[in-house]
Nanobody, 115 residues
Framework: QVQLVESRGGLVQAGGSLRLSCAAS????????MEWYRQAPGKQRELVAA???????NYADSVKGRFTISRDYAKNTVYLQMNSLKPEDTAVYYC?????????WGQGTQVTVSS
C-alpha cells in the first residue's frame, strides 16, 4: 500500500502562483510514474502533468509553460509549481502514483483562481 498526502491548495488571484506537494509513504519502491490530475465542476478528471521514475516530464497543452512538475527523491515528494494561474485552472487537484503493484490516489486539494 501507498499513502499519498497532498498539501492544502488555496485561493489565489489570476496571474498568481501556487505550489502543491504530494508526499508518498508506504511501499514506494518500484515507482513507474507520478502524476497530477485535476477535476473541475461538471468536467471529467484530466491529466495535468506527469514525471516518470527517470525524471521525464509531460504536460497538458493547457498548462505548458506555466506549470512545472518536479520530484524530491530524498523526501519522496512530488511538487506541482503553478504560475500565471487562470480562473480556468480552478479545480480539485489530485496526485496519483503508479507502481508495479498498483496505482494510488491522494485525497485531492481545492485550488480556486479568482478573476
Amino acid at each position: 500500500q501507498v499513502q499519498l498526502v497532498e498539501s492544502r491548495g488555496g485561493l489565489v488571484q489570476a496571474g498568481g502562483s501556487l505550489r502543491l506537494s504530494c508526499a508518498a509513504s508506504g511501499n514506494i519502491l518500484r515507482l513507474i510514474v507520478m502524476e497530477w490530475y485535476r477535476q473541475a465542476p461538471g468536467k471529467q478528471r484530466e491529466l495535468v502533468a506527469a514525471i516518470t521514475k527517470d525524471g521525464s516530464t509531460n504536460y497538458a497543452d493547457s498548462v505548458k509553460g506555466r506549470f512545472t512538475i518536479s520530484r524530491d527523491y530524498a523526501k519522496n515528494t512530488v511538487y506541482l509549481q503553478m504560475n500565471s494561474l487562470k480562473p480556468e485552472d480552478t479545480a480539485v487537484y489530485y496526485c496519483r502514483g503508479t507502481y508495479t503493484h498498483g496505482d494510488y490516489w491522494g485525497q485531492g486539494t481545492q485550488v480556486t483562481v479568482s478573476s
